[in-house]
């Protein structure tokens, strides 16, 4: 008997024992499963997920499938149950990523001049004279500073010749060109055969305030580039009333101007184009181009007699890329296009690798529509004889008022090799003829 007792009373110390073992190994087993079910449940439902067993929904709402969702399914807020794109606000309610952008610190060392103190930065006086010379004894190498809130007046432009690698910085100053619209020499920059130069963060002012007519002139520019300028930088900028073109580039008989680069500028009311890339090759983006009196972009003015002597008659390759076309064509006789180069075989030789995508169109035609041709000749036009090749024009948003809403959004003839895809074209559509490889779908 007293055997049994021992014997019994070892095996209870046993089972307790055991029992503290199975407890003890049983809390870390529990807690890497609750964890595991955690995660799982993390991974079936995000922050926009609830999950539903039954009842009604309604509005933008969705009800999914998800097995690891509490019966299998879950409820996903949306903002529309469409998939289709749609075009973006007539006005955006911010400049956001177009436009000039906030002034960096203005540079210091050893090869930054200063625009002196006794040039007149009042606005009152013309000072063209005075910067010229200045310039005239600035090293190539240099970064020019304007003073932030002066305003220069200049008539004639600042003009540089056989110059390379100079800076002009011009945040928060302004330049006025004040001369008359029928001179080139009116412009605020002229640039030739100059390389590596930028102009950054210039207010420049012109003297256009008729939108109706051209008779006052066309010639007077923001910059104005000629014959071999290379590696041209233009940005941050905000140029209006300009009696010409915002910004444009041609050639007499020299090597076209290669490697620009447009960006982040807005050009305003400009007498004629906004920007006018004649031959060449280079960028455009991030730039706000508001009511021209005629296009936005236009590469269409090199005349066959000017590239006879060494120009190349070439226009590519180019990007245009995420700009905002904000209203074109104030005057009321020419055609409505937006992005054009409708060159003829006699004026060109070769249009290649051009890339307009990403770009807003809003505004439309801010005349009365051309009593010419209405809305059948392409706000993104490519026309003529030339031949072109590798031409893609993708992922653009037309949002134009509704009484514009027909014709060719886009009409491209003579190209072999290129797509026409994802634009938001609504009422409209694409016309290509003579095209060859091309690809055209999914615009809406």
């Known amino acids: 008997m007293e055997a049994v007792k021992i014997f019994s009373k070892f095996g209870k110390d046993r089972l307790i024992f055991a029992g503290l073992i ?57 903002s529309s149950l469409t998939t289709s794109p749609t075009p973006a606000p ?9 436009g000039p952008r906030s002034a960096p610190p203005t540079p210091t060392g050893s090869n930054v001049y200063t625009i002196p103190s006794s040039i007149d930065g009042s606005g009152g006086s013309n000072v063209s004279s005075a910067i010229n010379n200045f310039i005239q004894g600035v090293p190539n190498g ?69 939108m109706s007519t051209l008779s006052d002139g066309e010639f007077a520019m923001g910059v104005a580039m000629y014959d071999d300028s290379d590696n041209v930088e233009v940005a941050d900028n905000y140029i209006s009333d300009v009696f010409g073109d915002g910004i444009f580039v041609f050639v007499f008989e020299k090597p076209a101007c290669d490697n620009w680069n447009f960006h982040h500028n807005l050009i305003e009311n400009p007498g004629r184009q906004g920007i006018t890339p004649n031959e060449g090759n280079g960028r455009i983006e991030w730039n706000i181009i508001r009511g021209p009196g005629m296009y936005n972009i236009d590469a269409e003015d090199q005349h066959s007699s000017y590239p006879s002597n060494g120009g190349n008659k070439n226009l590519g390759p180019v990007v245009i890329s995420n700009n905002w076309f904000d209203g074109w064509e104030q005057y009321d006789n020419f055609t409505p296009h937006v992005v054009v180069a409708d060159y003829d075989s006699a004026s060109m030789d070769t249009i290649h690798d051009i ?43 037309f949002n134009l008022p509704t009484n514009q809403r027909s014709g060719w959004a886009i009409r491209l003839s003579n190209v072999n090799g290129g797509q026409v895809t994802g634009n938001v074209i609504p009422g409209q559509t694409v016309q290509c003829s003579s095209c060859t490889n091309v690809t055209i779908n999914n615009n809406q």
Not at 34 to 58: F, H, N, W
Not at 90 to 97: E, F, H, I, R, V
């Open 90 to 98: 007539t006005s955006p309610p911010s400049q956001g990523a177009w």
């Open 22 to 78: 199975i407890i003890v190994l049983a809390i870390p087993i529990t807690i890497i499963l609750v964890k595991q079910v955690q995660d799982l449940r993390g991974r079936a439902s995000s922050p926009d997920k609830l999950e539903t067993e039954g009842g009604v929904i309604s509005g933008s709402v969705q009800k999914l499938a998800d097995s690891l969702a509490s019966g299998g399914q879950f409820i996903k807020f949306t």
């Open 142 to 210: 240099s970064i020019i500073v304007f003073p932030a809130g002066k305003t220069y007046q200049v008539n004639p432009a600042i003009t540089l010749s056989d110059r390379n690698n100079l800076t002009f910085w011009g945040y928060d100053s302004t330049l006025r060109n004040t001369g008359p619209g029928n001179n080139v020499n009116s412009s605020a920059f002229i640039l030739y055969r100059s390389d590596d130069i930028k102009i950054l963060g210039f207010r420049i002012k012109g003297n256009h305030t008729d």
């Open 355 to 397: 890339t307009i995508e990403n770009n807003l169109f809003t505004g439309g035609d801010l005349g009365t529509l051309s009593q010419y041709f209405g809305n059948d000749i392409g706000l993104i036009s490519f026309w003529g004889s030339v031949p072109k090749t590798n031409i893609i024009i993708r992922n653009n948003t």
